[in-house]
């Protein structure tokens, strides 16, 4: 399974930007999506996740913010950012996890850069 994350740039404070995540290989279900990011010099910081028939989960810090979605027949995540701030620069990592004809996979993507700077 591989995931092709995009969307990232350069955005001024009070910006938006749209993330996407994309699956492929021999999927067969998807149960959970989520966004996740990283800053210089931080760790790795949940930010939300979807899953099958369930609510969408947020982190805190972003709840009012940020916005998760998922496109199943696509095989696609989505982060709708809203009103960000220098403190959102970071690399975004989307994180998929379910079942191919193999077995269970987690799989991580390469990450978008967000940079938000006026």
């Known amino acids: 399974v591989q995931l092709q994350a995009s969307g990232g740039g350069l955005v001024q404070p009070g910006g938006s930007l749209r993330l996407s995540c994309v699956a492929s290989?021999?999927?067969?279900?998807?149960?959970?999506m989520a966004w996740y990011r990283q800053a210089p010099g931080k760790e790795r910081e949940f930010l939300a996740s979807i899953s099958s028939g369930t609510t969408p989960v947020y982190a805190d810090s972003v709840r009012a913010r940020f916005s998760i979605s998922r496109d199943d027949a696509k095989k696609t995540a989505y982060l709708q950012m809203h009103n960000l701030s220098p403190e959102d620069t970071a690399v975004y990592y989307c994180?998929?996890?379910?079942?191919?004809?193999?077995?269970?996979?987690?799989?991580w993507g390469q990450g978008t850069l967000v940079t938000v700077s006026s």
């Open positions: 290989g021999s999927i067969l279900s998807i149960n959970s």
């Open positions: 994180n998929v996890r379910g079942y191919t004809d193999r077995g269970s996979f987690g799989s």
